[in-house]
């Protein structure tokens, strides 16, 4: 039996598929408890405390890993082939990668530790918008990718405070963002350093581009003040002017 948190769950035995929980703060949040039709996951004591996994009772169904509003739910497969294991992963972020897709494989920190091919994506019930991806990567690095990222060789930055790419941002559109807040709401272009100011009128060509509608009828994103950084002690003086 293991407690959730990276450290504990590196230890679990590793004969057949099963969840990886790294949930290490106690919060009052419960939704992976419910989640499990085999009564695998629980809370001892309180609902703050951190939950509790049974292995003896895990299938390594996945249904916890979209449950979990923190994506801190995984799926290790350690036997997946003679090369391989294999990870379930949730993903909210666009593009979606497609079953037999070679992607990039990220660590806890988001650095890349290698190269790995989508077996399926799941998309379950209600959470439509959190996908399992399940990816084959090389064995040993089960323990350590958890998360993926695509980038096709052919493809280039629009955003770069963001990586978001070109493909990333004409899928977006595709899949109904047609507002340059609603492409960032998708993909973070326009979130970063600059807050848009290099990437924005890109998205808007590409979205004119790929609606067929006139660039001037395309709603820009919201800005906000500051429109520039600013050292704190000027915004504590109140001045008008830098
Ligand atoms: S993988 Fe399936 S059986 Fe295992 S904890 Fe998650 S929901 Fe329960
Ligand atoms: S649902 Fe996720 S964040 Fe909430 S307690 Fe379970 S593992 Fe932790």
Do not use: N, W
């Amino acid at each position: 039996m293991k407690t959730g948190g990276p450290e504990h769950a590196v230890g679990i035995p590793k004969s057949q598929p099963h969840a990886v929980i790294e949930c290490p703060q106690e919060i009052p949040c419960d939704p992976c408890v419910e989640a499990c039709p085999h009564g695998a996951i629980r809370k001892e004591g309180s609902i703050a405390s951190i939950p509790v996994l049974d292995e003896e009772l895990c299938q390594g169904c996945g249904e916890c890993i979209p449950a979990c509003p923190g994506l801190a739910i995984f799926l290790v497969d350690s036997c997946y082939s003679e090369d391989c294991a294999l990870v379930g992963l949730p993903h909210e972020m666009l593009p979606m990668p497609v079953a037999g897709e070679r992607v990039r494989l990220l660590d806890r920190c988001g650095r890349e530790v290698g190269v790995g091919t989508v077996t399926e994506v799941r998309l379950r019930g209600a959470y439509d918008r959190t996908a399992v991806v399940y990816v084959a990567v090389p064995r040993g690095l089960e323990d350590v990718v958890r998360a993926v990222a695509v980038l096709p060789p052919d493809d280039h930055y629009v955003c770069r405070c963001e990586e978001v790419t070109r493909q990333m941002i004409e899928r977006a559109v595709e899949d109904g963002a047609t507002t340059v807040d609603a492409v960032k709401r998708l993909t973070r272009a326009g979130m970063g350093l600059c807050q848009g100011r290099t990437c924005r009128r890109l998205v808007s060509a590409i979205i004119a581009e790929k609606t067929g509608k006139p660039l001037e009828e395309i709603l820009p994103a919201t800005t906000r003040p500051p429109l520039r950084p600013l050292p704190l002690d000027v915004i504590c003086r109140g001045d008008d002017e830098l």
